[in-house]
């Protein structure tokens, strides 16, 4: 009960740390997008300015109507005055495939530099994931800051007692909105459809133009394994790629 009724304030209003909305999207926009992702494969894209309203990338500007139709039609009074645009990715997740736990942040800043929300759009498949358990977010506000205390996260018990992570099944056309907490996808048992992969669009709102990791950037260092790689790790490895050739 405790960690439903934490709240974080907002325009002077208190709002639920996650929040879930459902079908609240245009399906048509969800489905061409989530056709388009499964074509293309991108997952990493630049940061949408909030006045940018086309792209010469046809991936993209499917995403930014879908993101724009979620954010200004249906969630604008979750923005903040100071809202600069979103940070965008894809997660295309087959049997097998997880999320291992982090937080969202600005991979290229110093310590953690956090989006004013989380948010994941879950754009396909249509079908439900057929497992007991798979492709849930896990999400733990309890963890928070031993989570950013800790140089090496890999120790934390995402689940330990008393501190149970708050569980979001997948669902087509559903929406969650979150303030920065260690969240993860739990491993995915079974697709209905194996062919069609589980999509999640994430766009974080941000109050400051950020430069996200590039999908080369991602690939080079493995951040887009099974697993994601530390944060630090991967804060470490760009710091020393400045350093000149000794």
Not at 35 to 53: L, R, T
Not at 173 to 197: C, D, G, T, W, Y
Request: charged share 25%; with cysteine.
């Amino acid at each position: 009960i405790k960690k439903l009724i934490t709240m974080k304030i907002h325009n002077n209003n208190a709002y639920p740390d996650i929040m879930v909305f459902d079908d609240i999207c245009d399906e048509n926009l969800l489905d061409i997008a989530y056709s388009k992702i499964i074509e293309s494969g991108q997952a990493v894209f630049p940061f949408y300015k909030k006045n940018e309203h086309s792209d010469s990338n046809p991936l993209f500007q499917e995403i930014k109507k879908l993101v724009r139709h979620v954010w200004i039609d249906k969630l604008s009074y979750l923005l903040p005055e100071t809202f600069a645009g979103w940070e965008v990715w894809c997660n295309r997740m087959s049997e097998g495939g997880d999320l291992n736990v982090h937080i969202d942040c600005d991979e290229r800043s110093e310590g953690w530099v956090m989006p004013y929300w989380g948010c994941v759009i879950y754009a396909g498949p249509r079908g439900l994931i057929k497992a007991t358990k798979g492709g849930e977010l896990s999400y733990n506000l309890d963890l928070k800051e031993e989570f950013l205390n800790s140089k090496s996260y890999t120790n934390i018990d995402f689940n330990k007692d008393l501190n149970s992570p708050i569980v979001v099944p997948y669902r087509y056309n559903r929406i969650v909105v979150f303030n920065q907490a260690p969240h993860m996808v739990q491993k995915i048992q079974k697709l209905s459809n194996a062919r069609e992969p589980r999509v999640g669009i994430s766009c974080s709102v941000w109050e400051h133009i950020i430069n996200p990791i590039t999908s080369d950037e991602r690939i080079s260092y493995g951040y887009e394994k099974k697993s994601l790689k530390m944060l630090q790790t991967l804060q470490e490895i760009l710091e020393k790629n400045k350093q000149p050739d000794n």
